[in-house]
């Protein structure tokens, strides 16, 4: 009698796991980072590291990397002064968040340093 108890219990719960929500997309640690950047908001060198590393594990491990990251890290990398690695960024949010598009070109703009973006 215990052995089926144990044998439901477990079984209840496996099926109770494979109903977990699983996420859509590799977060990492960006929550606490972004927590972090904005208590201590002249350390931008870790929260870009903690950017770059949370792309390249999605991008590695195949998930989608979530919507505004790409932007984010470009941006960080304007206010560092390189302005083509960022417009690399902005072009890859673009790309992954078509809903971007508008707000994307206008960054690429501003990172190139053209007329319009300065108007």
Same mark, same amino acid.
């Given at each position: 009698m215990k052995a089926w108890r144990l044998a439901t219990v477990c079984t209840l719960a496996a099926l109770t796991a494979a109903c977990a929500p699983q996420s859509k997309y590799a977060w990492g640690s960006y929550e606490s980072s972004l927590y972090q950047?904005? #208590?201590? /908001? !002249?350390d931008t060198t870790a929260f870009a590291?903690?950017?770059s590393? @949370? $792309? =390249?594990k999605a991008e590695q491990s195949g998930q989608k990397v979530p /919507? !505004? $990251?790409y932007a984010e890290y470009g941006e960080v990398l304007l206010e560092a002064g390189d302005t083509k690695q960022a417009t690399v960024f902005?072009?890859?949010? #673009? =790309? @992954?968040? /078509?809903? =971007? @598009?508008?707000f994307m070109t206008t960054? $690429?703009?501003v990172a190139s !340093? @053209?007329?319009e973006? #300065?108007?």
């Open positions: 950047h904005y #208590k201590t /908001p !002249g590291q903690h950017l590393e @949370t $792309i =390249s /919507p !505004g $990251i902005f072009e890859k949010e #673009k =790309s @992954t968040w /078509p809903e =971007s @598009t508008s960054m $690429i703009r !340093g @053209t007329k973006a #300065k108007q």
